[in-house]
């Protein structure tokens, strides 16, 4: 009998994806969202590329123990993903309480479910944000965390410290919960089919929404946040990763953990391409991949930014047997054609 994973936040972006993923890799699906930050676009788009009309859905929210228990009662889960959790970072300044309950309450749930229904894998979808301004680039597992620049940042670092807590209470005892934190850097790109990709609500805050929104005519003018910072062109360098290799990267975590090979109870994972790429690059390979000329100008940096941060990803490359492998030119291709779909 097929494994089956529970996907939490499975509507949204990176967790359509990876649904996608899963499913073509073999696994049952179980999906939650409480559609906060997503309508049922995406989930509609993963029954159409996978041509399953019977994916369990539970509009939930994670925060609601008895909601989240319902599904562990109605299904014998393997295994959580967890994506489930708010994600704009400057939000998360003015609006602490709200990321903190949100964040760690839907986290907490999880886990508290796991174990009651005798302990799971559980997947935790954590950020290069804990490694904040790292002095060493590129960075690797043991790249010393840093101080949180925000308190979505700190929710990732702390749902990171309960994950491991939690591996270590349970190892011995009879419900034995498993973890995994992928730490993720730059996620971009749309599926291939462009029946799937980003979906943000109102102005976007990250860049590559904002660029094609700027493209198909939604925004006026991409503002990019800094030209003078230390680097050859001027602008911020980032490790953009493909979504589709990211959710890939889930696939071969879930297969480690079912197949018996994590050396430890709990373990993390950089996911990322280990290629810098900087953000005047990014808008000049989009201009050439599109035939788009955008409209852009230089601005003030963006308050809390990183001047540099990329990926050494060897050690998800060798004991994942992953490695990402699309180009950054097809991944813009891809969200591209997602924000054209987005139009028709
Ligand atoms: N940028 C612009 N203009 C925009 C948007 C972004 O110039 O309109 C720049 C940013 O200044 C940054 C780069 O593009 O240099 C990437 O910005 P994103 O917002 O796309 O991504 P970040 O690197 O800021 O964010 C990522 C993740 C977050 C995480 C954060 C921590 O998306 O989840 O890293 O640094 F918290």
Same mark, same amino acid.
């Given at each position: 009998?097929?494994?089956k994973?529970?996907?939490?936040?499975?509507?949204?972006?990176?967790?359509?994806?990876?649904?996608?993923?899963?499913?073509?890799?073999?696994?049952?699906?179980?999906?939650?969202?409480?559609?906060?930050?997503?309508?049922l676009?995406?989930?509609?788009?993963?029954?159409?590329?996978?041509?399953?009309?019977?994916?369990?859905?539970? &509009?939930?929210?994670?925060?609601?123990?008895?909601?989240?228990?319902?599904?562990?009662?109605?299904?014998?889960?393997?295994?959580?993903?967890?994506?489930?959790?708010?994600?704009?970072?400057?939000?998360?300044?003015?609006?602490?309480?709200?990321?903190?309950?949100?964040?760690?309450?839907?986290?907490?749930?999880?886990?508290?479910?796991?174990?009651?229904?005798?302990?799971?894998?559980?997947?935790?979808?954590?950020?290069?944000?804990?490694?904040?301004?790292?002095?060493?680039?590129?960075?690797?597992?043991?790249?010393?965390?840093?101080p949180?620049?925000?308190?979505?940042?700190?929710?990732?670092?702390?749902?990171?410290?309960?994950?491991?807590?939690?591996?270590?209470?349970?190892s011995? &005892?009879?419900?034995?919960?498993?973890?995994?934190?992928?730490?993720?850097?730059?996620?971009?790109?749309?599926?291939?089919?462009?029946?799937?990709?980003?979906?943000?609500?109102?102005?976007?805050?990250?860049?590559?929404?904002?660029?094609? &929104?700027?493209?198909?005519?939604?925004?006026e003018?991409?503002?990019i946040f800094?030209?003078?910072?230390?680097?050859?062109?001027?602008?911020?360098?980032?490790?953009?990763?493909?979504?589709?290799?990211?959710?890939?990267?889930?696939?071969?975590?879930?297969?480690?953990?079912?197949?018996?090979?994590?050396?430890?109870?709990?373990?993390?994972?950089?996911?990322?391409?280990?290629?810098?790429?900087?953000?005047?690059?990014?808008?000049?390979?989009?201009? &050439?991949?599109?035939?788009?000329?955008?409209?852009?100008?230089?601005?003030?940096?963006?308050?809390?930014?990183?001047?540099?941060?990329?990926?050494?990803?060897?050690?998800?490359?060798?004991?994942?047997?992953?490695?990402?492998?699309?180009?950054?030119?097809?991944?813009?291709?891809?969200?591209?054609?997602?924000?054209?779909?987005?139009?028709?």
């Open positions: 009998m097929s494994k994973v529970l996907v939490s936040g499975g509507a949204g972006y990176i967790g359509s994806h990876v649904t996608v993923e899963l499913m073509a890799a073999g696994y049952e699906v179980v999906v939650a969202d409480n559609l906060s930050n997503c309508d676009t995406c989930f509609e788009g993963v029954k159409k590329i996978t041509g399953r009309d019977d994916i369990p859905f539970y &509009q939930i929210d994670c925060c609601d123990y008895v909601s989240v228990d319902k599904v562990f009662t109605e299904h014998k889960i393997d295994a959580v993903i967890h994506f489930a959790a708010f994600k704009a970072v400057g939000e998360s300044v003015s609006e602490p309480i709200k990321y903190y309950s949100n964040n760690l309450v839907s986290f907490l749930n999880i886990l508290e479910a796991a174990k009651n229904h005798g302990g799971c894998n559980v997947l935790f979808s954590s950020s290069a944000t804990v490694y904040g301004e790292a002095k060493d680039l590129p960075v690797t597992e043991q790249t010393p965390r840093m949180a620049m925000s308190p979505y940042g700190n929710t990732k670092t702390m749902c990171e410290d309960i994950l491991r807590d939690v591996v270590y209470a349970t011995t &005892q009879d419900a034995v919960i498993k973890g995994i934190a992928l730490r993720y850097f730059n996620p971009i790109g749309a599926h291939p089919s462009a029946l799937i990709g980003e979906l943000p609500r109102g102005v976007p805050n990250n860049l590559v929404p904002y660029i094609t &929104q700027t493209a198909i005519g939604k925004r003018c991409l503002s800094g030209n003078d910072y230390p680097t050859e062109d001027g602008t911020c360098l980032r490790d953009f990763i493909d979504v589709t290799d990211l959710a890939k990267a889930h696939v071969a975590a879930v297969a480690r953990m079912f197949e018996g090979r994590m050396k430890k109870g709990y373990e993390i994972f950089n996911v990322g391409t280990g290629r810098p790429v900087s953000v005047y690059e990014l808008v000049t390979k989009f201009e &050439q991949v599109s035939g788009v000329k955008l409209d852009y100008k230089f601005v003030a940096r963006r308050e809390g930014d990183v001047m540099a941060l990329w990926a050494d990803p060897t050690f998800a490359n060798r004991e994942l047997g992953w490695k990402a492998e699309r180009t950054i030119e097809e991944t813009l291709a891809s969200a591209w054609a997602w924000e054209k779909h987005l139009a028709e």
